[in-house]
């Protein structure tokens, strides 16, 4: 199994579309994204000049996407492509780039109902740092990943 990174472009946007829609239940808005949506938010992230996106690859096909928008990391992958392996070797391929790009630290919100995502970004080297609430319950867990450790 081979794994890359590459950096999005316009055609990718669709494939985007696709997995953003696919997990919905991960994101803090659960709401379908419509094409109109997510090309205006696409639009915003590709022209801010500190917001990073990229495509994973593995075995040359398109299977998840990382971004850094505003220092806060998010990824996802397709169903199919989870616990082989692809999703760590894209993180650190990430973080290289980042480190390149001269973050020092990101940041990302995982929600307390999903365990397995908290269980993988912690052997990937994140950290919990803070618990988050919401309607005064317990909802996600901010955490920070710090670059030089990889």
Do not use: C
């Amino acid at each position: 199994m081979k794994v890359r990174i590459r950096k999005v472009s316009k055609n990718d946007w669709e494939f985007i579309l696709k997995l953003r829609n696919l997990e919905r239940m991960s994101f803090h808005d659960t709401s379908i994204v419509d094409w109109d949506t997510h090309v205006s938010y696409m639009d915003k992230i590709t022209n801010n000049p500190t917001d990073h996106q990229w495509i994973v690859v593995s075995d040359d096909k398109d299977v998840g996407y990382i971004k850094i928008v505003n220092n806060v990391f998010g990824s996802n992958l397709l169903d199919g492509y989870r616990r082989k392996g692809i999703g760590s070797a894209a993180y650190k391929l990430v973080f290289e780039e980042a480190k390149k790009l001269g973050f020092k630290k990101l940041t990302a919100e995982v929600k307390i109902e999903r365990p397995i995502p908290l269980t993988f970004e912690e052997k990937t080297g994140w950290k919990k740092i803070k618990l988050i609430y919401k309607n005064k319950k317990p909802y996600s867990y901010k955490i920070e990943k710090t670059l030089d450790i990889l």
